[in-house]
């Protein structure tokens, strides 16, 4: 009886805090026409990735695209992706469960729900950043991440975490916004 009280509980203890999302294959340059980006790849220090630069301003909205994979050994259902509560905020508009058979990641996109991620599966997601109207927008590299905060549930037990996606989201203030913030 102590045996299976004790595998009960380590199992409990496991699931409380496994992380098996990890970083996915895919990145992109930002497409939006929204928006004036660039890209840059970046390979150095045992680091790389791609860094994506956008000029903003107050009110701006444009989408991006990062790919996340489980590499665990059990399904997990993604509940939700993004920041929010902030002058910046990010939220998962799409994704593409499929990225490597439907014509590639750019294409096969369908709108976002909760959805299953098994083991050793991929998804590229397109994300959405939306600058708040009051947001201070000065100056270059004002905010960047490279992370996304993924809420997600495995055997019924809800996890946050922030997910490393490879590529890194950098705003800029675009020529001619006001300064002195």
């Given at each position: 009886?102590?045996?299976?009280?004790?595998?009960?509980?380590?199992?409990?203890?496991?699931?409380?805090?496994?992380?098996?999302?990890g970083r996915g294959s895919f990145g992109s340059?930002?497409?939006?026409?929204?928006?004036k980006a660039s890209?840059?790849?970046?390979?150095?220090?045992?680091?790389s990735g791609l860094i994506?630069?956008?000029?903003?301003?107050?009110?701006?909205?444009?989408?991006?695209?990062v790919s996340i994979r489980?590499?665990?050994?059990?399904?997990v259902t993604i509940k939700d992706i993004g920041m929010k509560g902030g002058e910046i905020t990010t939220r998962v508009v799409a994704l593409n469960p499929h990225p490597y058979e439907d014509g590639g990641p750019s294409r096969g996109f369908v709108p976002f729900a909760p959805?299953?991620?098994d083991p050793e599966q991929e998804t590229v997601v397109e994300m959405e950043v939306q600058v708040g109207a009051n947001a201070c927008v000065e100056g270059p590299g004002f905010s960047s991440w490279f992370q996304?905060?993924?809420?997600?549930?495995?055997?019924?037990?809800?996890?946050?975490?922030l997910v490393e996606t490879g590529t890194e989201i950098r705003l800029e203030g675009a020529r001619g916004t006001p300064t002195g913030c």
């Open positions: 009886m102590r045996v299976l009280v004790l595998l009960l509980l380590g199992a409990i203890v496991w699931v409380s805090n496994v992380e098996p999302l340059a930002i497409r939006d026409p929204r928006v890209e840059r790849y970046v390979h150095a220090f045992d680091v994506n630069t956008v000029e903003v301003e107050e009110g701006t909205t444009s989408t991006y695209l489980n590499d665990g050994s059990v399904p959805f299953r991620l996304e905060p993924i809420t997600h549930m495995i055997f019924g037990i809800t996890h946050h975490s």
